[in-house]
């Protein structure tokens, strides 16, 4: 009666593939078990495999967001300070386009104040009236 019942495993489930019924025998049942287990680690491997891909995929995807938010960030920054230092510069030389047209009437304001101080010192001196 010993021989009848050769199999111990566990009544197999639909989601298993580690029960089988086809195993008969001690030596076949552990060749199954080891052939089952070695399959059942190979699925786990490349399953965890490819998490670990479609993480790293993530992972450099975000990575490249960021360096092209980074990227036109500067680009922004970038323009903004160019029409800054545009803004500051043409206030400058409109600045200094005011300070030598003043500078320039001014020249000619003092030639002027020479010119009729020289003539009235001229005819002070000379004794004649300007004309």
Do not use: C, W, Y
Not at 19 to 45: I, K, M, N, Y
Not at 46 to 68: C, K, S, T, Y
Not at 71 to 76: K, T
């Amino acid at each position: 009666m010993a021989n009848q019942k050769t199999e111990t495993v566990p009544a197999p489930t639909a989601s298993s593939s580690l029960a089988r019924t086809e195993r008969t025998g001690f030596l076949p049942g552990v060749a199954h078990l080891a052939l089952d287990v070695a399959d059942r680690g190979q699925s786990t491997a490349i399953a965890l495999l490819q998490d670990v891909r479609i993480e790293l995929r993530g992972a450099v995807e975000g990575g490249v967001d960021l360096a092209e938010k980074v990227a036109a960030a500067v680009l922004r920054v970038a323009r903004k300070g160019i029409a800054r230092v545009d803004e500051a510069s043409a206030e400058a030389l409109a600045g200094v386009g005011q300070v030598l047209t003043g500078a320039v009437h001014s020249a000619r304001e003092t030639t002027r104040a020479a010119a009729e101080l020289a003539t009235t010192a001229s005819s002070g001196v000379t004794g004649q009236a300007a004309a």
